[in-house]
């Protein structure tokens, strides 16, 4: 009888022992399990949101020196050709004698005027009025160039040169890729960072091209005087 008792006696003891074993284990959270639920439910970080006044995707600001990014309504590139003057596709700026402003890899930002243009090339040169002037990129002729070469337009994916092909009064670079909407007005270099062309869209034509750079040292040759003036 005294056996029984005690038996008894023991699974109370055990079954209040187990109990608060569980009392124990449903009590509050150890202090990293704390953490890690508060951060669960922490509101992601937010996005932060372009600068106001900055270029966007539809404007690429480059990163090569002396090409700088216009701003206005559509995107395109210009890059700096002589000592105060820049050249660009004809197509993204408007007559001659309105202005524009560009904007370089380091942000800072220039204003400048539309000295010529040449039409049945796509072609236009522009005279620096204010802001930093960009050193001129330098020139090679792409008569140089060969079949397989590599050439890159700023703003482009890389390509390979193909060969030069004439076109009316247009020398053109042909290549295996054609430049980016965005990279019109853009120079085309060669392995040697040299600029050999300038990405254009001629009248009546949907894609846009490269024509070599002699082109546009015609149009530095026309007009050089007159920026010297103007500036």
């Known amino acids: ?38 951060a669960d439910l922490s509101p992601p970080a937010a996005t932060p949101s372009a600068e106001p006044g900055r270029l966007t995707a539809s404007a690429p600001r480059p990163t090569q020196p ?63 009025l204010e802001g930093p002037v960009p050193e001129p990129l330098p020139f090679a002729s792409p008569s140089g160039l060969k079949a397989g070469d590599s050439v890159q337009g700023v703003g482009s994916p890389a390509a390979v040169f193909q060969r030069l092909r004439i076109d009316g009064r247009a020398v053109l670079l042909e290549t295996d890729a054609t ?3 965005s990279a019109v007005g853009g120079p085309l270099l060669d392995r040697r960072r040299q600029v050999v062309g300038i990405a254009v869209v ?19 040759r026309s007009h050089g005087p007159q920026a010297a003036r103007e500036r």
């Open 1 to 38: 009888m005294w056996a029984s008792k005690l038996d008894l006696r023991c699974a109370v003891v055990l079954t209040l022992l187990l109990a608060l074993a569980a009392c124990g284990r449903s009590g509050p959270p150890a202090q990293g399990e704390e953490a890690s639920a508060r």
């Open 66 to 128: 002396g090409v700088l990014a216009l701003r206005g309504d559509g995107p395109g590139l210009a890059f700096s050709v002589a000592p105060g003057l820049l050249a660009t596709a004809s197509g993204r700026v408007g007559a001659v004698g309105g202005t524009i402003s560009l904007e370089g890899a380091d942000g800072a930002t220039l204003q400048a005027r539309v000295l010529a243009r040449n039409e049945p090339l796509g072609l236009a040169l522009l005279v620096v």
């Open 179 to 181: 430049p980016t909407s």
């Open 202 to 220: 001629r009248p009546g034509r949907e894609q846009a091209e490269f024509v070599a750079i002699d082109h546009v040292s015609d149009l530095i």
